[in-house]
């Protein structure tokens, strides 16, 4: 998927665009209400490749490739088989929003995935051998989980209280070189946690998307959440749960022996889940949310395949077929997604995902047709993929932190034929001490696979005050 998107591919979504512009400048926070770890990889990818498409698929591949790996060597680690360490791995692939939305949508999603799979290996590790290497080791995992993407805080205090429950992981805990795993993640985390604290406007900026209190009376409120987490939780966990149900009911013929009590390292996993649900459903109580996207569950379930395969290796030859099935659902959802994710790349889809269509190259030289320009603004991501043609091209959305500075005159504002709002960045423009030209220009903008062309209007940006 990487070399083809490299060598065939038109542009990107809307995700990874807005990474193309935060990708413009090593900072220690982007805004957008997410932590900056996916951009740096990003940084570090396009200083070895260029900013391109190869950059953008190189991160996300490597993170994904990453987390089911580690996930993999976790289970192994733990003493299980090779075929329930392959079972977890592939159970992962049968989430939807791992196998198919990670694939040509989101991306701080996909580094809280690979973290989050990391962060269980490291505790795996010091439980294998207590050595400060390892606790320094946990502690930087602990610190790239939190700076990927803030709900893996849950994840973190679910493991840590899981942990802290059992007597074969609460040794480690209490270990005086514990204290290395908190100064190594807290001095990693700390530029970040000081700009977001110096940023707090940035930090903020999607808390809206919660739905805090929108149900108007408290019971309603209450209500709304509970409801709206029931259906993240199906949406998210339910097609897995169903594929190993079905697996387990196929194999119900085969022998299997009685069961026994589960061995700590599963206990660790299942209390893991049980936690992590626990906390989310205080989160959405005390804090009134309403409204939920499927993937904030990641941080709850990314162990659940894991807790799974461990169980049915205690269940003879039965827990073994239905581990073969596992492995087989999940490797052919898995190739059955490729040629379609291939396809979604490369014509994108309706609204928001046909922008991978726009032929950015004309849009360029319409741009720079009455002279050059330094800086592109726009009211939202898309406008990013102007870096894939021009990488020293600066180009800005009203949710650029430091707006203003970044400017590089000649400055032009860029406004698609969309639905987005521009009011908002309209006031940017405004606050940063710059006027629209009183003149627009009209240009049409031709997609590639054919489809009308996207009708597009420029307006240069003028300094107040300058001559």
């Keep these: 998927m990487t070399l083809l998107s490299h060598f065939v591919g038109t542009s990107v979504g809307v ?80 989430f939807p929003q791992i196998v198919w939305e990670m694939q040509h949508a989101l991306t701080h999603s996909v580094a809280v995935f690979c973290f989050s799979s990391l962060l269980l290996l490291a505790v795996v590790e010091l439980q294998k051998r207590r050595s400060a ?165 990641l941080p709850v379930f990314v162990l659940l395949p894991a807790a799974l395969a461990m169980r049915l290796d205690a269940m003879g030859e039965r827990g073994r077929k239905t581990q073969a099935t596992i492995v087989f659902v999940g490797a052919v959802i898995a190739i059955l997604a490729l040629p379609v994710s291939w396809y979604m790349h490369v014509h994108g889809g309706d609204n928001r995902g046909s922008i991978v269509r726009i032929d950015y190259a004309s849009l360029q030289r319409q741009l720079t047709a009455e002279g050059p320009v330094g800086t592109v603004v726009s009211n939202w991501f898309w406008i990013g993929n102007l870096r894939l043609v021009d990488p020293d091209l600066v180009v800005l959305d009203d949710e650029i932190p430091d707006f203003a500075k970044s400017i590089r005159e000649p400055a032009v504002l860029v406004l698609a034929d969309d639905e987005e709002a521009a009011s908002v960045i309209f006031d940017r423009i405004t606050e940063a001490g710059y006027v629209m030209d009183t003149v627009h220009r009209h240009i049409a903008v031709p997609q590639l696979f054919g489809g009308m062309p996207r009708q597009v209007t420029i307006t240069r940006l003028h300094k107040i005050g300058a001559p």
């Design 133 to 297: 290497a390892a606790y320094a080791l946990l502690g930087l995992a602990a610190a790239a989980a939190m700076l990927s993407k803030y709900n893996v805080v849950i994840f973190l205090a679910a493991l840590f209280l899981a942990a802290l429950s059992l007597r074969e992981t609460r040794e480690a805990i209490f270990d005086r070189r514990f204290l290395i795993s908190m100064v190594v993640a807290i001095l990693a985390c700390l530029p970040t946690f000081y700009w977001s604290l110096t940023h707090l406007g940035d930090l903020l900026a999607h808390s809206g998307g919660l739905g805090v209190a929108e149900g108007g009376s408290a019971a309603k409120t209450l209500s709304r959440g509970i409801l709206g987490l029931g259906n993240a939780i199906l949406n998210f966990a339910g097609l897995p749960v169903a594929i190993f149900a079905v697996a387990f009911f196929l194999a119900r013929k085969e022998p299997a022996p009685t069961p026994e009590a589960a061995p700590w390292p599963e206990k660790l996993v299942w209390r893991a889940i049980a936690f992590a649900l626990l906390i989310t459903l205080v989160v959405v109580l005390a804090g009134g949310v309403t409204q939920f996207r499927d993937r904030w569950m």
């Design 15 to 94: 995700d990874d665009s807005e990474q193309l512009m935060a990708m413009q400048f090593l900072a220690a926070g982007y805004g957008s209400s997410q932590p900056p770890l996916y951009t740096w990889l990003g940084i570090l990818a396009a200083s070895l490749v260029g900013t391109s498409i190869l950059a953008l698929k190189i991160v996300k591949y490597a993170l994904l490739a990453g987390g089911l790996i580690a996930c993999f060597a976790a289970v192994r680690r733990l003493s299980y088989s090779n075929r329930a360490a392959t079972a977890a791995m592939f159970g992962l692939l049968l």
